[in-house]
């Protein structure tokens, strides 16, 4: 049972390290003005708001794994395999958002940036299925401790985003992104104060 | 009360983490001279003294951190959502830092680079408060344990800075952030002094 | 005793915190389309098999090392000198992978790549020799807990492919990383199927 | 007592990440070959020296101080700053690397290298005395474990290193820096098999 713990510690840490070096990272490719000024700086408010965009749906998803993983106290070989599968989509997001900086009105760049988001939040139900496995946990959620409606209603927003984003207009799918954001922040904050 | 322990753990090991791997990251932005000689150097000696600047100011904002943290038991959601807020504009700092590097008597530069290390202060007394609101502190200081005055006294030299900076002399910013990190020290260096 | 349990927790924390940091910045060279379109995507089809093929490398080598360290209870000198030179050969990873993303066809580019590849597991190799030198463990394998045969076949493969790769097509090494890996996937998927 | 403990695992730990992080960034200015053939990588040979000169000595460090730390209990505000030093001189690591690599014969490229290895030096003097003064260490070294000669002998063929670098021969400096690390490394391999 110990070795389950041991398991369970070094694991969030490696994830923690590779969410911590992802989010650093995405400042690297943060396009500098040309004139620096403040039209020079007006001028990159979509890489501005990308940027943002990023840091926190990974702070976010940092914060759900944090508190899920708190909750529980063994994880399965699954487990490792799924989170590293999680790792390997999220290690895109530096370079799916660096495109879609330079590039938020063109398709491709914001439906490769929805793909990622949504390999990664598939990536997390396995996760959590994993986790259920593992803990005998008998009232199961798709994903942590959100409610399924809350994982369907944030799954629906991603595609209705990505449906937008390739038939009118596309930076709809980096707009799902932050209604989902702006949702998911929410449900916490009515969850804690409901538990209050 | 156990698993407030962890989180307090966890939360200080990413908060860590991310604050390293800025500092570390600012030196990929330090620019090479031009030629590699004493003259060449020299000429660099804006860009040395705003990467020392910064991770000096990253340093000691690890280090309060740490002396504060130690002495607190719990932490609550606020304070991951404030550390996550604070993260967030810290992640900044190599991008404001290398733009002020070679700007460094461009207003725009400047101002930028203080708003960044305004914005990260004021996260830090949000965090200092949620520390205290979750340990039923009584005795509540604004940011940590510094005495009230060191934090008004902080605030008002970067202001002091800012203002300067817009109206007579660009680079004051970066001089009061440095006339700042050397007030604290000096308080700390104090600090210890008396209570030994 | 307690000194070498501590000893293991460092060393393991150095070394995750080198491979994670490792595996994310193999995304910073990851070439970016020309043309933000799916033709342009597809063009880079071999930088994102490349890609995938480094971090799944290194995801699963990480993977080897938590279940074997898991099951040891101290680590000596030796594991540590072994431990460094692992990880700097597997620093050369960022290097020879963005290599060989931009160089698919290239014997050289694809013979430096085997050449990390083959060095970091020979160190794997030493490193398991050390932990059953310090743990006094009498069943000894090559490499971890995997029976030895699936350790020569696994060097047999890179050698195949290295040889295939000077002699007649010079992508073969990295596709006997690619059958290497789904190899040691699936003895571990039997592995825990056969115990459980 | 207990809160001075986790003062010194919160310290090795940001200390193991920054230079974690320093030693792997290395790579990301190691320069691409100009063709991708024998030829090409051979012309890179005072860059692959150059990098595997500074992996090797920052893993040396990271290897003395892992040793040191694990056998005092205790570390005070000094050995905080005294860290956070080093730490700002070994960030300048792959700064002096890079400019060295691509200039191995330019007198202020090496001179420069070696006075970022000297101060790391000094300053790890400086923590491994306010280790002693922590924790009432009755016999004292100058670094570390390290009998006093040693260090003495490492201070000197690198203040050579330097005088011969300016005199003679540029890159002298730099082999400098590789006797010692050698004979480091043999000190440490007779201190092993002698205690043995």
């Known amino acids: ?104 009105f063109n398709v491709t760049a914001q439906v490769l940036y929805g793909v990622v988001v949504l390999l990664v939040s598939l990536s997390n139900i396995w996760i959590s299925h994993s986790l259920d496995v593992a803990n005998h946990v008998s009232k199961r959620h798709l994903m942590y401790q959100a409610p399924d409606w809350v994982t369907y209603l944030d799954l629906v927003i991603k595609l209705v985003g990505m449906f937008l984003t390739v038939t009118v207009y596309p930076p709809a799918m980096s707009y799902a992104v932050l209604i989902d954001i702006l949702l998911l922040c929410s449900m916490d904050y009515i969850g804690h104060h409901v538990k209050a």
Chains 1, 2, 3, 4 share one sequence.
């Open 1 to 104: 049972m110990r070795s389950d713990f041991m398991n369970k510690e070094r694991t969030a840490a490696f994830t923690d390290a590779v969410l911590a070096i992802i989010m650093t990272i995405l400042v690297l490719d943060l396009k500098k003005p040309a004139t620096v000024s403040w039209a020079g700086l007006y001028a990159l408010h979509n890489n501005f708001f990308a940027y943002a965009l990023s840091f926190a749906w990974l702070g976010l998803m940092w914060y759900s794994q944090h508190n899920a993983w708190q909750q529980i106290h063994k994880i399965n070989n699954e487990t490792i395999v799924a989170s590293l599968v999680m790792l390997f989509f999220a290690s895109f997001s530096p370079y799916t958002t660096s495109i879609m900086e330079d590039h938020f």
